[in-house]
């Protein structure tokens, strides 16, 4: 059992580091949101791994739901986000992975190096199960610890709800249309078509 979870932490750990590497190296933003997703959906699996379920459920609904949504709305409100014609990883992609892999391991080998790794023993008679934090002792720190902390991140977030909401709803007559995926596809479609029939017609004038 000990080796099947170590397979599946292994397995979990390459999918959030490949999927977080692949968020800074494409060029289509996109694919770099959904790989963004990709890798909050193996950081709530690995909550699940380390028998944290509450933590995994918060992941899944806030960084998958909430926010991985919101940027995905934000991304569609753009322009020329589809990436035709362009390359799927920046030129120097190498240089990225380098610089990442050396943080991660500038963070990860003091870690390893200083830690015992020792497991301490439980408290009070054997076989009592140590007590955890469950969501009404996460429901009273809200609202009496960090009820500051809370608040100033609900305002924070209104503000930003409300900037958007400005900045989509502004004057017709100074914002130009927002061409939606389909059209833009369409758009192209239709002036490769005009592109291919000229080529055609001159061909045939020739």
Same mark, same amino acid.
């Given at each position: 059992?000990?080796? $099947?979870?170590?397979?599946?932490?292994?397995?979990?750990?390459? %999918?959030?580091?490949?999927?977080?590497?692949?968020?800074?190296?494409?060029? *289509?933003?996109? !694919?770099?949101?959904?790989? $963004?997703?990709?890798?909050?959906?193996?950081?709530?699996?690995?909550? /699940? $791994?380390?028998?944290?379920?509450?933590?995994?459920?918060?992941?899944?609904?806030?960084?998958?739901?909430?926010?991985s949504?919101?940027?995905?709305?934000?991304?569609?409100?753009?322009? !020329?986000?589809?990436?035709?014609?362009?390359?799927?990883?920046?030129?120097?992609?190498? @240089?990225? @992975?380098?610089?990442?892999?050396?943080?991660?391991g500038?963070?990860?080998?003091?870690?390893?190096?200083? *830690? @015992?790794?020792?497991?301490?023993?439980?408290?009070?008679?054997?076989?009592? &199960?140590? &007590? $955890?934090?469950?969501?009404?002792?996460?429901?009273?720190?809200?609202?009496s610890?960090? /009820?500051l902390?809370?608040?100033?991140?609900?305002?924070?977030?209104?503000?930003?709800?409300?900037?958007?909401?400005?900045?989509?709803?502004?004057?017709?007559?100074?914002?130009?249309?927002? /061409?939606? /995926?389909?059209?833009?596809?369409? %758009? *192209?479609?239709?002036?490769?078509?005009?592109?291919?029939?000229?080529?055609?017609?001159?061909?045939?004038?020739?």
């Open positions: 059992m000990d080796l $099947l979870i170590q397979i599946i932490f292994g397995l979990l750990t390459a %999918l959030i580091i490949g999927a977080a590497m692949m968020v800074v190296t494409v060029r *289509n933003i996109i !694919h770099a949101a959904l790989w $963004l997703i990709a890798s909050f959906f193996g950081v709530a699996a690995l909550y /699940l $791994l380390l028998e944290a379920e509450f933590i995994a459920v918060v992941q899944v609904l806030v960084y998958i739901g909430a926010i949504i919101l940027i995905l709305f934000a991304i569609m409100l753009t322009r !020329h986000i589809s990436g035709e014609g362009e390359r799927l990883l920046t030129r120097h992609w190498w @240089a990225a @992975a380098v610089v990442a892999l050396g943080l991660f500038a963070v990860l080998l003091p870690t390893l190096a200083g *830690n @015992a790794w020792g497991i301490p023993l439980p408290t009070g008679p054997a076989g009592t &199960p140590e &007590p $955890l934090s469950g969501v009404e002792e996460l429901g009273r720190g809200f609202v610890e960090f /009820l902390h809370f608040e100033v991140a609900g305002v924070l977030l209104t503000v930003a709800l409300i900037g958007a909401i400005v900045i989509a709803f502004e004057e017709r007559s100074r914002r130009r249309r927002v /061409l939606t /995926l389909a059209e833009e596809h369409t %758009l *192209n479609q239709r002036q490769k078509a005009s592109a291919e029939r000229a080529a055609a017609a001159a061909d045939m004038a020739d």
